[in-house]
C-alpha cells in the first residue's frame, strides 16, 4: 500500500535560518504530492502541492520538488520567521484504483523557530 | 464564504455514550472524508464517500459509523464500542477523485472521554 514517511522532529531553527524537511514516498502508480500545514488547534492547511514528475510547488518562499527518482518531495524554505511554527505534513493522492483520491499522511513534523 | 464547518469544536462523551460530530461543506464538492489524529501522530483514515448514500471504511473504522443523505453533509458518530475515542477529529472534502485536486479541511473537532 502507499505509504509517507517524514524525518522525524522536532526541527527548531532561528529566524532566518534554512529549512529542510524530507519527506519520501511509496506508491504505485503516479501520485500527486501535497504539503499541509497545521496551527496549534486548527485544521489542515495546503501549502503546495505537485502533480507530476519534476514539478515543483512554491507558496510563501517555501518550495517542494516532485523527484520520481528518489521517490522524494522535500519542502524547504530559505529564511524561516517566528511565524512558519506549525506541523508540517507531508502527503500523496492516489486516483487509481478504488482509493477514491484519499490522503496518505506523513507522521507530522513539529517545526518551533525563535527570535 | 465558503468552507467546511465542524461541530461542536469540543465535546465530552461519558463511558458507554454515542456522539455524533457534525461536518457540513457549501463548496459542492463531492467526495468528503473523515480522519483522526492523536496527539504528536499523523492522521489516520476513518470514512470516506464519493458520493451520496455510498460510504466506505477507511484504515480504521471500527467503532465508528457514518452517512451521507446529502452531499453537503457527512456526519460522523463515534460510538461505545470505540474504546479510545480521545482525540482530534477533521473533515475533509474535495471537487473530484483526481489525484491532483486539493483536499480542504474543516478546524476540527476536539472529543474527550470522561
Known amino acids: 500500500g502507499n505509504s509517507v514517511t517524514q524525518m522525524e522532529g522536532p526541527v527548531t531553527l532561528s529566524e532566518e535560518a534554512f529549512l529542510t524537511i524530507n519527506c519520501t514516498y511509496t506508491?504505485?502508480?503516479?501520485?500527486?504530492l501535497f504539503w499541509y500545514v497545521q496551527y496549534p488547534g486548527e485544521g489542515l492547511q495546503l501549502l503546495l502541492k505537485?502533480?507530476?514528475?519534476?514539478d515543483k510547488g512554491s507558496n510563501k518562499g517555501f518550495e517542494a520538488t516532485y523527484r520520481k527518482e528518489t521517490t522524494s518531495f522535500h519542502l524547504e524554505k530559505g529564511s524561516v520567521q517566528v511565524s512558519d511554527s506549525a506541523v508540517y505534513f507531508c502527503a500523496l493522492s492516489d486516483a487509481g484504483g478504488t482509493s477514491y483520491g484519499k490522503l496518505t499522511f506523513g507522521q507530522g513534523t513539529i517545526l518551533t523557530v525563535h527570535p | 464564504d465558503g468552507g467546511i464547518t465542524q461541530s461542536p469544536k469540543y465535546l465530552f462523551r461519558k463511558e458507554g455514550q454515542n456522539v455524533t460530530l457534525s461536518c457540513e461543506q457549501n463548496l459542492n464538492h463531492d467526495a468528503m472524508y473523515w480522519y483522526r489524529q492523536d496527539p504528536g501522530q499523523g492522521l489516520r483514515l476513518i470514512y470516506y464517500?464519493?458520493?451520496?448514500?455510498?460510504?466506505q471504511k477507511g484504515d480504521i473504522a471500527e467503532g465508528y459509523s457514518v452517512s451521507r443523505e446529502k452531499k453537503e453533509s457527512f456526519p460522523l458518530t463515534v460510538t461505545s464500542a470505540q474504546k479510545n475515542p480521545t482525540a482530534f477529529y477533521l473533515c475533509a472534502s474535495r471537487t473530484a477523485t483526481g489525484s491532483g485536486n486539493t483536499i480542504y479541511f474543516g478546524e476540527g473537532s476536539w472529543l474527550t472521554v470522561v
Open positions: 464517500s464519493q458520493i451520496v448514500n455510498d460510504f
Open positions: 506508491a504505485t502508480g503516479y501520485p500527486s
Open positions: 505537485a502533480t507530476k514528475a519534476d
